[in-house]
């Protein structure tokens, strides 16, 4: 650009001189006066040229941030891009109820749901808490149908929440889960660690403690939206159970596996952390599933139901089709976001899509995590690591050495730090996040500008908008 700015002044002289030469014969303050203003409209008109052409060539973003309709927005040079990885194109046939109807009356590996049951068996469905993306207003009215069919009165069905290691949670978003309709109708409680039955114990050594309305129940269904687990390889199956409505102590057995090599998302066969968890229903059997995948807007695009493993299976197939990327290479700078509301409610469950993006970032790259927090930190035994520890590499050696469940997501976090910078962009303190060895920042632009700056303007740019969905994966 610079080349052609002098290209034109060296022009405009020349022809100023000619015309210098023939009319003017040599009249040198009128000719310099004229190439002054020519000059000087050239280069403001081209300013303004060049700041319509800056303009068209960036690209104005939007990524989901906390409730509701709320965004962030930034600004990036087109050529920057490398990727923005979303779902795959799939066929997709029925959605919402419609799709989970479809699934109820072609289960797989069982019979259907309203011949499973029989009148008088009490029969719990267990669900997911306001942490997760489940719609199980959406799920549920198809499913308590099939139990009305097979002649179960409402007062024989229970709603249990599966809670894992979260927070309680307040009627009013167990209404909102459920809709006002089933609310009414159904009972509905969270599951509760301090009323737990021990059954037995696992292949791998973990203790089988199971709440208690779960594990005297006659039938259990297990309701779940299948995603991207950091080392469970898939959420969805039998995690209803465990980790869902088991104890800490019997989670912290289980997820202790995390460390090793075969724990990772989209492993599943070989991943020690699942093997655990469905040798658990050896002593606590899941009767039935329903689990969905969910798109970009948490709609319903793809259901499975039956038996609690080849529907599973089935369900995980489907995601990979739809959420496995595959990128060339890896990016200097990975900007990643859950996607909002619920999966941004605090760090604790705005990990995973910080996990996800690790795959994607060159080392020593920058990743920028856009995440919300209203809740902050989320859980107290990962704010105690936080707190307790002096660098990264504490919070890695201390799971090594005393695994923690709560811990446990401090020393994943400070694995991707090991790997890349991490910005992140959020409602929580400063003092917060650089606690956990990240950049605070409260507005994505600033944020990027700031990595732009110490990787230079030239760096490569890989976006996440539901990170904690999609999985990055080496061509």
């Given at each position: 650009m610079k080349r052609r700015i002098i290209a034109?002044?060296?022009?405009?002289?020349?022809?100023?001189?000619?015309?210098?030469?023939?009319?003017?014969?040599?009249?040198?303050?009128?000719?310099?006066?004229?190439?002054?203003?020519?000059?000087?409209?050239?280069?403001?008109?081209n300013g303004r040229r060049q700041?319509?052409?800056?303009?068209?060539?960036?690209?104005k973003i939007k990524f989901k941030y906390g409730f509701g309709t709320e965004f962030k927005e930034f600004e990036i040079d087109k050529l920057n891009i490398m990727s923005e990885l979303r779902q795959n194109d799939v066929k997709i046939g029925l959605t919402g109820a419609d799709e989970v109807k479809r699934a109820l009356k072609e289960p797989i590996?069982?019979?259907?749901?309203?011949?499973?049951?029989?009148?008088?068996?009490?029969?719990?469905?267990?669900t997911s808490d306001v942490t997760r993306p489940m719609p199980s207003k959406t799920v549920?009215?198809?499913?308590?149908?099939?139990?009305l069919k097979a002649g179960l009165p409402y007062e024989d069905i229970t709603i249990v929440f599966a809670l894992g290691n979260h927070r309680k949670q307040t009627e009013d978003e167990k209404k909102y889960l459920v809709g006002e309709d089933i609310y009414n109708k159904i009972k509905c409680i969270d599951s509760d660690v301090s009323k737990c039955k021990?059954?037995?114990?696992?292949?791998?050594?973990?203790?089988v403690e199971i709440f208690d309305v779960v594990a005297d129940a006659d039938k259990r269904i297990c309701l779940g939206n299948i995603e991207y687990h950091y080392f469970a390889g898939y959420s969805g199956?039998?995690?209803?159970?465990?980790?869902?409505?088991?104890?800490?102590?019997?989670?912290?057995?289980?997820?202790?596996?995390?460390?090793?090599?075969?724990?990772?998302?989209?492993?599943?066969?070989?991943?020690?952390?699942?093997?655990?968890?469905?040798?658990v229903v050896?002593?606590?059997?899941?009767?039935?599933?329903?689990?969905?995948?969910?798109?970009?807007?948490?709609?319903?695009?793809?259901?499975?139901?039956?038996?609690?493993?080849?529907?599973?299976?089935?369900?995980?197939?489907?995601?990979?089709?739809?959420?496995?990327?595959?990128?060339?290479?890896?990016?200097?700078i990975v900007i990643t976001?859950?996607?909002?509301?619920?999966?941004?409610?605090?760090?604790?469950?705005?990990?995973?899509?910080?996990?996800?993006?690790?795959?994607?970032?060159?080392?020593?790259?920058?990743?920028?995590?856009?995440?919300?927090?209203?809740?902050?930190?989320?859980?107290?035994?990962?704010?105690?690591?936080?707190?307790?520890?002096?660098?990264?590499?504490?919070?890695?050696?201390?799971?090594?050495?005393?695994?923690?469940?709560?811990?446990?997501?401090?020393?994943?976090?400070?694995?991707?730090?090991?790997?890349?910078?991490?910005?992140?962009?959020?409602?929580?303190?400063?003092?917060?996040?650089?606690?956990?060895y990240m950049t605070p920042f409260k507005e994505m632009q600033d944020a990027l500008d700031e990595a732009f700056r110490e990787l230079g303007s030239e760096a490569s740019v890989l976006l996440m908008p539901y990170g904690g969905s999609t999985l990055p994966v080496l061509e």
């Open positions: 034109w002044i060296v022009l405009a002289g020349f022809v100023l001189l000619l015309l210098n030469l023939i009319v003017f014969r040599f009249q040198w303050q009128l000719s310099l006066t004229a190439y002054v203003i020519i000059v000087f409209v050239y280069m403001l008109t700041e319509q052409l800056k303009s068209l060539d960036n690209r590996g069982t019979e259907r749901l309203s011949e499973l049951v029989r009148p008088g068996e009490k029969t719990v469905i267990i549920l009215p198809s499913v308590v149908d099939e139990l021990k059954l037995g114990i696992t292949e791998r050594g973990t203790p199956g039998a995690k209803a159970i465990m980790p869902g409505v088991s104890t800490k102590a019997a989670i912290q057995a289980n997820h202790s596996r995390m460390v090793m090599n075969e724990a990772r998302a989209g492993a599943i066969d070989d991943n020690p952390v699942r093997l655990d968890i469905e040798d050896k002593f606590v059997p899941i009767d039935f599933i329903v689990n969905v995948v969910l798109d970009e807007k948490k709609n319903i695009i793809k259901a499975v139901a039956g038996h609690h493993v080849e529907a599973h299976r089935e369900g995980c197939k489907f995601l990979d089709s739809l959420y496995k990327a595959v990128i060339p290479e890896k990016a200097d976001t859950p996607g909002g509301y619920p999966k941004d409610i605090n760090l604790y469950q705005a990990q995973k899509a910080l996990d996800n993006a690790k795959h994607a970032v060159k080392e020593g790259g920058i990743v920028i995590l856009l995440a919300a927090c209203t809740e902050g930190y989320g859980e107290e035994v990962f704010e105690r690591w936080v707190n307790s520890s002096k660098s990264p590499d504490d919070l890695i050696n201390g799971i090594k050495s005393n695994f923690e469940l709560g811990g446990h997501k401090a020393a994943a976090i400070a694995l991707v730090e090991k790997k890349a910078k991490v910005f992140m962009v959020t409602d929580m303190s400063d003092d917060l996040v650089r606690k956990l």
